[in-house]
């Protein structure tokens, strides 16, 4: 039996509603390719159901991460950058763009990410 395992997991949702500060801190898992991951400002409208609707997304560009790396996306503006830590792993900082925050005032607002095999455009 093949299993597959996720490469990625949510770690929190960080000061939600705190535009300065808000970011959602994800985890890599294993070895993989942020290119194919989507990360998704939703709302819970019923458990387990999110709609998107006309919330913001964030697809990141190709780059290699590795087991015990962090993934940090500030919903604000800000360049790209990365750290290397005491631990030997790396941490990597995204910015959304945004000039409001995505989580704070709507108690069910949550975080999605997506893993991409395939997609198209048109």
Do not use: K
Request: hydrophobic share 45%.
């Amino acid at each position: 039996m093949i299993v597959n395992l996720p490469a990625l997991r949510i770690l929190q949702i960080g000061d939600r509603g705190n535009l300065a500060t808000e970011r959602v801190h994800i985890e890599a898992l294993r070895e993989c390719d942020l290119g194919y991951y989507l990360l998704m400002a939703t709302v819970e409208i019923a458990p387990g159901r999110v709609y998107a609707g006309l919330r913001p997304a964030f697809w990141f560009s190709s780059q290699q991460v590795r087991a015990g790396d962090h993934i940090i996306v500030y919903t604000r503006q800000g360049m790209p950058s990365t750290e290397f830590r005491d631990d030997g792993h790396m941490n990597y900082f995204y910015y959304w763009g945004a000039t409001m925050a995505f989580f704070g005032p709507i108690p069910t607002a949550r975080a999605v990410l997506a893993e991409l095999n395939m997609w198209q455009t048109a």
